[in-house]
């Protein structure tokens, strides 16, 4: 079955420091892949996404992610973590012709300190 | 623009008893898909539907069934419901536009589901 791998169940950063949060996919051919971010008490909002193109996306409040086939990965990253990111972060992929069947990976915690 | 709405946010429920919930997509999205999210399994797709149609469907017994009305409204339903079945119930609206863009998914807030 096909599935997607988020190493870092929990991530505590202090403020300033740089976040990269793991997520590997099986192999599957064509995929389109997600970042999800869960505040507390909030509904799942997207934070960016990567259909084709530049490997390389920015997302919203300063995130990106690099998508690497070779390595069937999409690593989140944002240099500088602020308090306000502490949320959970998921990873999804769509898998070809899926329709919009999302698979999440496990969630990745992330606390900051402030 | 409303978001995604799910009726009712909370539901206590005894087991053996079946359950209804309700989501209303985003204005002018054509697609309703529905996920479940526990401490354990995580966050786990359960069908989608598209034009009053069942598109996908995950891994989970006959007990959830959903359907979809002309106006794109969704409704999911469990039956004899098991303790297991405690869980936060997710919906999430597409576009279903031309382009892939048209297919990121917006999720509601959640119906959370208690089975005693």
């Known amino acids: 079955a096909q599935s997607v791998s988020q190493h870092n169940h929990h991530v505590i950063l202090s403020e300033a420091a740089s976040l990269e949060l793991g997520c590997n996919y099986s192999y599957g051919g064509t995929v389109n892949l997600f970042w999800y971010v869960q505040y507390p008490g909030q509904h799942l909002q997207l934070l960016l996404k990567y259909f084709s193109g530049d490997p390389l996306v920015k997302g919203i409040k300063g995130f990106e992610a690099e998508f690497i086939k070779s390595k069937f990965s999409f690593n989140l990253r944002k240099p500088s973590v602020q308090w306000s990111d502490t949320a959970e972060y998921f990873c999804a992929v769509i898998w070809g012709n899926a329709g919009n069947m999302l698979t999440f990976g496990g969630g990745t915690r992330l606390m900051v300190k402030p | 623009k409303a978001g995604v709405t799910q009726t009712p946010r909370y539901l206590i429920k005894t087991r053996g008893q079946q359950v209804t919930l309700s989501c209303s997509p985003i204005?002018?999205?054509?697609?309703v898909s529905w996920y479940q999210q526990t401490p354990g399994q995580g966050l786990q797709f359960l069908f989608e539907y598209f034009s009053e149609t069942q598109r996908n469907k995950g891994n989970f017994p006959g007990r959830f069934s959903g359907r979809q009305f002309s106006n794109s409204r969704s409704e999911m339903n469990v039956s004899t419901l098991e303790l297991g079945d405690s869980a936060l119930y997710l919906c999430?609206?597409?576009?279903?536009?031309?382009?892939?863009?048209?297919?990121?998914?917006?999720f509601g807030a959640g119906t959370r589901l208690s089975v005693l």
């Open positions: 204005s002018g999205h054509r697609s």
């Open positions: 999430a609206s597409s576009l279903e536009g031309v382009g892939p863009a048209s297919n990121i998914q917006y």
